[in-house]
């Protein structure tokens, strides 16, 4: 790898790093409550029930409702990036096997 690339490697590195903020719920959009984080990507408003989701709970729901989608039908119909799906999977929060990812460990 020359010096450009490795340059260029790092700056996408860098980006997807700051871009893993995008989705985090803060507030609950029906009451504006704070939300407690439940656990698992998954936040909860703890006045009127209403549940939200970060970037990692977004793709934990769709892989428990799609087990086995590959990475780009998890792109595809979830809106989160595949550099941020592949950091979930080399970060061990989903395997990979040779039917796709699922969110076994
Ligand atoms: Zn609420």
Known sequence: MNEKEEMARAEEKFRSLAADDEIKPSICKNCGTPL???GL??????DCGRKEYDSYGIVRIYLEQHPGA???????????PRQKISRMISEDRFSVSGRGISTDK
Do not use: A, D, F, R
């Open 36 to 38: 407690n984080y439940s």
């Open 41 to 46: 990507g998954e936040y909860k408003c703890p």
């Open 70 to 80: 590959n990475i780009l039908q998890v792109e595809k119909n979830t809106g989160i």
